[in-house]
């Protein structure tokens, strides 16, 4: 009664029946990995919901902020929540945000008319990485700023305009009284509202350009309507995400602040590593060779290549994807079919490879502590990172095409197997008789 | 007055130290010589809970002293009476400025005990204890004796009042407000990435079934 009133209002005002029935009629794809780009969605409203409460909290001066998030302890329990599940779900946040990355990459949903929305992605997936860093930051504790030392270092290398943005985001040499607010502005403001301007274009283009799907029937939609079916399955999602992510907050307290103190730039807590989105880089760090050029007269510390050409070659790389994988495989018409991975074992070796890639840069980031619980000498540790990501993920790559190649053979030579429907019938000594029946 | 404390107390020392610290303060294979041990140190290492020890060798962390001041005083008077000298017990005066008491904290003691003097590893397995349950006089004396893998401190470095801050900054954390609610707490972020994964893994369990099921 009260939602037709209200739904009348709007309708006589802005005419939105109309919308909303083709809203509620939109069909959405049937397939569970179409849930992962939602885990990653509803981790983002959990963390805007917590980050709203936080910054009512937290003190962005380069005094007050440690206290601020130390003092949030047993004696306020509801902020002591909202801390808890706002750090957990930006872990959860980025690892969803890459398993729906790895869905696009392997079913090649980037392929046109979808390249812009693939750009939009990564282009989120690098700002929730900044979030996450600058968030990680903001309690000026011992962990993380030394975090920020290596930040300002790797900001530093950076040729002819390194020192004045370091000067610029420090207001002074680091770490300086500026550093904590401007970080606060970057994390609360600034890249939230990015996200989620990105957010909506992600979604509002997915809209308007339709799901693809795996039934290969261009001229069909497949799946499920809005209402009254997909609704409720994307509720389940949310609940889902929720769950998973009090689950952890409610068990164990992340990022104990209080225990790792206060920074002061004469102490380096030991051993300190990022948040595992960030561990690549503080790997490839770890892994790059001591090399200091100096290009016209120019020095260029050793932390430029893996700190700056490093993450600015792979960014490159996944940008420009769609547009590679069009080269390779001569494919430039539009679909909005999906392709199973194992119809392009090269574009599975590639994948296989850059996540081994990272797989091993994120491993060396915590070298020393392997080092010490396996009792081995950390520099061959290094060494032996450094082995596997020279060759390592070629394997990798290589390992994972063939297996691709080898699964499409054998789904090939089963397909015309799988068009046969069998039907059993009781026989009368109790066994089956097999009844074969025409495909349906 | 003295002399009868002392004896009193060498009967305590025969009955609960002497196995380990040897009839004659030298030591033994199971623990180290406290011939010199000053009051501050006896009245640190009995009156925290630390001694005696159970077992040799298996550090005690801050307990109920089985004993009375008395028996305490009775000990020091022991041990001293053996061979004089070591630090006495500090002179500790109430109040003090919390405030200036958190610079000197931050300064000297929070790489080791924590932020919020709550307690926290320093390396190998070594821990650094939380500063709840010592009383004025123990931290004091833990500054001036350095116990265990804790650096003493001098008169030069820390003075009386300077002393006097630190305990007013330790006091004036309100006890129990800095434990967590949850059970655990991480140990870094390498953990707290794999339960992340672990999360997301579970998520995707649930999708998977969920959209099977439900066919």
């Known amino acids: ?440 | 007055m003295f002399v009868a404390a002392a004896i009193a107390g060498a009967l305590l020392y025969g009955q609960h130290c002497a196995s380990c610290h040897g009839a004659d303060l030298r030591g033994s294979v199971n623990a180290p010589s406290i011939r010199g041990a000053g009051a501050a140190q006896v009245d640190f290492w009995v009156g925290t809970g630390r001694m005696p020890a159970a077992l040799p060798w298996v550090e005690e962390g801050h307990r109920r002293t089985p004993f009375t001041r008395e028996q305490i005083d009775a000990l020091i008077a022991y041990v001293t009476s053996v061979q004089p000298g070591g630090a006495a017990i500090p002179v500790v005066l109430p109040g003090g400025d919390p405030r200036r008491g958190r610079t000197l904290f931050e300064q000297n003691c929070e790489h080791c005990h924590g932020a919020y003097a709550q307690g926290a590893s320093i390396g190998s397995s070594e821990w650094a204890p939380s500063l709840r349950d010592a009383s004025r006089v123990q931290l004091a004396e833990a500054v001036r004796i350095g116990p265990g893998q804790m650096p003493p401190f001098a008169e030069q470095q820390l003075g009386g009042r300077d002393l006097d801050d630190v305990a007013a900054y330790v006091e004036s954390l309100d006890a129990g407000a800095d434990r967590p609610l949850v059970p655990l707490t991480s140990s870094g972020p390498v953990p707290e990435g794999l339960l992340g994964w672990l999360a997301v893994g579970l998520l995707i369990v649930f999708a998977f079934g969920y959209s099977r099921s439900s066919r």
């Not at chain 1, 939602?3 to 029946?17: A, M």
């Not at chain 1, 996450?132 to 000026?140: I, M, Q, R, V």
């Not at chain 1, 809209?207 to 499920?224: E, I, L, M, N, S």
């Not at chain 1, 510390?301 to 390779?328: E, N, Y």
């Open chain 1, 1 to 440: 009664m009260i939602v037709r009133r209200v739904g009348r209002f709007f309708d006589e005002r802005l005419g939105s029946d109309a919308w909303i029935r083709a809203a509620c009629a939109k069909i959405y794809p049937d397939h569970w990995s179409f849930y992962l780009g939602e885990f990653a969605l509803y981790s983002f409203v959990l963390l805007v919901a917590t980050g709203i409460w936080l910054t009512f909290i937290f003190q962005p001066t380069a005094g007050g902020a440690f206290d601020s998030v130390a003092g949030v302890t047993r004696a306020t329990p509801v902020a002591y929540l909202m801390r808890q599940v706002h750090h957990w779900s930006a872990v959860v946040f980025v690892a969803a945000i890459l398993v729906h990355m790895a869905r696009i990459f392997f079913t090649a949903a980037f392929r046109k008319p979808r390249e812009i929305n693939w750009v939009v992605g990564i282009s989120m997936l690098i700002l929730a990485s900044l979030t996450g860093f600058t968030g990680y930051s903001l309690p000026d504790d011992a962990l993380s700023g030394t975090g920020l030392r290596i930040a300002n270092s790797v900001l530093l290398s950076l040729p002819l305009v390194g020192g004045w943005g370091a000067a610029l985001l420090n207001g002074g040499s680091y770490p300086g009284p500026e550093l904590i607010p401007h970080l606060y502005t970057i994390h609360a403001y600034f890249l939230p509202v990015t996200i989620g301007a990105l957010l909506a274009l992600h979604l509002a283009l997915l809209t308007y350009q339709k799901h693809t799907q795996f039934v290969p029937d261009p001229a069909r939609v497949v799946g499920r309507r809005f209402w009254p079916d997909y609704a409720l399955r994307t509720l389940a999602a949310f609940f889902a995400t929720v769950a998973v992510t009090l689950i952890l907050a409610s068990a164990i307290e992340i990022n104990p602040v209080a225990d790792y103190g206060r920074y002061h730039d004469w102490t380096i807590p030991n051993p300190a590593v990022p948040d595992w989105y960030a561990a690549w880089l503080e790997g490839a760090l770890r892994l790059g060779p001591a090399l200091e050029l100096r290009i016209a007269g120019h020095p260029i510390p050793a932390v430029f290549w893996p700190g700056v050409v490093l993450p600015g070659l792979v960014i490159a790389l996944l940008v420009a994807w769609p547009w590679i994988d069009k080269r390779i495989s001569r494919d430039d018409a539009a679909t909005d079919v999906l392709a199973p991975a194992t119809t392009a074992p090269w574009r599975v070796g590639v994948g296989a490879a850059l996540i081994a890639a990272g797989l091993v840069l994120t491993l060396a980031a915590s070298d020393d502590q392997q080092a010490r619980a396996l009792h081995v000498d950390v520099r061959a540790l290094v060494n032996l990172y450094r082995g596997l990501f020279a060759f390592g993920t070629i394997a990798a790559g290589i390992a994972a095409a063939a297996i691709a190649r080898e699964l499409r053979v054998r789904y090939d030579e089963r397909g015309h197997e799988a068009e046969r429907v069998v039907a059993l019938r009781r026989n009368a000594e109790g066994g089956f008789d097999e009844e074969e029946t025409k495909p349906a």
